[in-house]
C-alpha cells in the first residue's frame, strides 16, 4: 500500500470514527497547546557532570527544551538529531543568543552518567546543551508544566513527540510537533522569542501531522519511518465497532418502517 492509500485509508477511519482516534491523542495534544504562555516552575536537575542547578538559571535568553529517554530506540534520537541539524545551521547563535536543555523523563535508567554518555553523540559543548537528570516527582512535575505526555507501557514509554521553545523569562513560546521537522521550525520561534515577537498562535495539525504525534516507528529494514499497525489496528477495531453499531440500528429502524410487500 502506497503512501496516499495509507492517508486515504487513515482518512476514512477518522470519518467514520473520529472518537476512536480522538481518544488517543486529543487529550495530550490540548494539554501541550495549553501550556504555551505559562512559566516553567523552578526545579533542581543534576546535569551530565553531576551538577545540581536550577532549571531557571537558564532564564535570560531563550533555551530549546527536549524530553527524552536514552533507552528510547529511535523516536528519541531522531528528535534530538534533527534538533543538532538545527543547531548547527544556527553557527554562533548556538550559545550566544540561545542555548538547548535535554531532560531524561526515565529516573531509574537516565543517570547523570547516562545521558553524559548519550549527550555525547550529539554535542561537544555542554555547556551550550545541557542533558540533565531528575527525580520522579521533578519529572512529573515538569512535565505537567510542558504539557508533555508520556506512559509507561512494557519496557520503554509511549510519549508524545515534541519540542518546546522556552523564551528568555521561562515561559513556553512554541510547541514544536512530530519527529522530521526542518531547522526552520526550530530557528524561526527562536529568533521571534529573541526578538520578543509575539507568538502565533498554531494552526490546527492536519489529520496526518496529528497521526504523527505517536502513530509513526521506525522500520529497521527500510531506514524509514512508517505507519505503526498496533495504532492502526486499534483505531480500526474502534471505527468498525461503530461502523457496524450504527448499521444495526439503521437495519432496525428501516426493518419496522419498511411496509410489508402484498
Known amino acids: 500500500m502506497n503512501k496516499l492509500k495509507y492517508h486515504l485509508f487513515l482518512l476514512l477511519i477518522l470519518i467514520s470514527s473520529p472518537h476512536a482516534f480522538a481518544s488517543f491523542e ?6 501541550a497547546n495549553n501550556a504555551i504562555g505559562k512559566k516553567i516552575g523552578d526545579y533542581t536537575l543534576v546535569d551530565q557532570d553531576g551538577k545540581k542547578f536550577s532549571i531557571r538559571e537558564l532564564n535570560g535568553k531563550p533555551y530549546v527544551l527536549s524530553l527524552i529517554y ?3 530506540g529511535h523516536e528519541c534520537p531522531t528528535i534530538i538529531m534533527h534538533l543538532q541539524d538545527a543547531f548547527n545551521k544556527a553557527g554562533g547563535d548556538f550559545g550566544n543568543k540561545f542555548n538547548a536543555l535535554t531532560i ?3 529516573p531509574e535508567k537516565d543517570t547523570p552518567e547516562q545521558l553524559k554518555r548519550y549527550g555525547k553523540s550529539f554535542t561537544n559543548d555542554f555547556r551550550k546543551w545541557r542533558f540533565a537528570a531528575a527525580d520522579k516527582k521533578t519529572i512529573e512535575g ?3 508544566d510542558l504539557g508533555f505526555y508520556y506512559n509507561k507501557v512494557d519496557e520503554g514509554f509511549d510519549h508524545i513527540n515534541m519540542v518546546t521553545i522556552v523564551d528568555k523569562e521561562g515561559k513556553i513560546y512554541k510547541q514544536i510537533y512530530g519527529l522530521d521537522f526542518k531547522p526552520v521550525e526550530i530557528l524561526e520561534p527562536l529568533s521571534q522569542s529573541i526578538n ?3 507568538p502565533v498562535v498554531s494552526k490546527p495539525l492536519s489529520i496526518i501531522e496529528r497521526i504523527k504525534l505517536f502513530c509513526y516507528k521506525y522500520d529497521e529494514a527500510t531506514g524509514k519511518y512508517k505507519l505503526d499497525y498496533g495504532v492502526l489496528v486499534t483505531i480500526s477495531i474502534g471505527a468498525v465497532l461503530q461502523i457496524l453499531t450504527m ?3 439503521i437495519y432496525l429502524l428501516w426493518g419496522k418502517k419498511r411496509p410489508k410487500e402484498v
Do not use: D, P
Open 26 to 31: 486529543q487529550s495530550a495534544l490540548t494539554q
Open 70 to 72: 536514552t533507552s528510547c
Open 104 to 106: 531524561g523523563f526515565n
Open 142 to 144: 515538569l512535565a505537567r
Open 196 to 198: 520578543m515577537v509575539k
Open 247 to 249: 448499521g444495526w440500528f
